[in-house]
């Protein structure tokens, strides 16, 4: 497929999981993309899968730095011309579950600053560019965390709570410039972020459990999200926007109470 032929996209977060598997799709459909993330190894690793034909970018971002993120964007627009996608999928767990009475504020301003104010600082400066050419997708990388509990900490669950509200407002903003903006909320999806998760399972002979709680009794592959990312991306979605699609093999369908599945 081609669908991307001829568009410049920008991938957050592309050093590795989801991020990596994006780029990786938006690539092979013909896109440009410009690969951003806080880790340069990883992101040597991503440019070095691409397609040779593939004309790309690595820089290292962190994307709660609005004077970082404003230099990106002026470089790519100054570099290609244009902006037509952008994918905000740079995120951090926190990487613990404490009840709230014992969170740390720093904690929460942390990751609300990368998963949340990330998302829409890169939004605020790549959308204008999107708004003058009067065309755009943007796809945010939430979470089923974000739609109830049980999926990730306090400060990670509430922050892609916002992600998905934040993709309904922009959606709202800059509709009327034929600019779209949804999300995907990935279940349990094996990546960088997950990693102590899968690595404990594995070491316990437990990986079979591993999104037995799923109605697809599995857990998710980056490809698979890449592939509804992509989608919503691509001119298939012109009428889509406003959005949070699950991509979770069923996990928010039903009430997913402990002991209820066989």
């Known amino acids: ?47 070095s899968l691409l397609p040779s034909e593939a004309v790309h970018v690595e820089r290292k971002l962190d994307v709660s730095d609005e004077d970082a993120v404003k230099a990106l964007v002026s470089e790519v627009k100054e ?99 034929n600019v779209r903006v949804n999300a995907v909320c990935p279940g349990l999806v094996e990546t960088g972020m997950t990693k102590a998760v899968f690595d404990y399972a594995r070491a316990n002979e437990k990986e079979h459990k591993l999104g037995s709680r799923c109605e697809l009794r599995r857990y998710g592959r980056p490809e698979e999200l890449a592939a509804a990312i992509c989608f919503l991306a691509s001119d298939d979605a012109s009428y889509i926007t406003g959005q949070a699609l699950p991509v979770d093999g069923g996990n928010t369908a039903s009430l997913n109470m402990p002991g209820m599945k066989v």
């Not at 989801?18 to 951003?36: C, F, N, Y």
């Not at 943007?138 to 400060?155: E, F, L, Q």
């Open 79 to 177: 570099q290609f011309g244009q902006i037509d996608i952008l994918v905000n999928n740079a995120g951090i767990s926190g990487g613990s579950y404490p009840p709230v009475t014992e969170n740390e504020k720093a904690d929460w301003e942390k990751i609300l600053g990368v998963n949340l104010i990330g998302a829409m600082l890169m939004i605020k400066h790549v959308a204008p560019h999107m708004q003058e050419r009067q065309q755009g997708a943007i796809v945010n990388t939430a979470s089923v965390a974000g739609i109830r509990s049980g999926a990730g900490g306090n400060p990670y669950s509430a922050s892609k709570a916002g992600v998905i509200n934040l993709t309904q407002t922009a959606a709202c903003d800059l509709g009327g410039y």
């Open 1 to 47: 497929m081609t669908r991307f032929t001829g568009r410049v996209a920008i991938v957050t977060g592309a050093g590795s999981g989801i991020g990596r598997a994006t780029a990786l799709r938006l690539a092979s459909e013909g896109a440009r993309v410009v690969l951003a993330d806080w880790s340069e190894e990883g992101l040597l690793e991503t440019a």
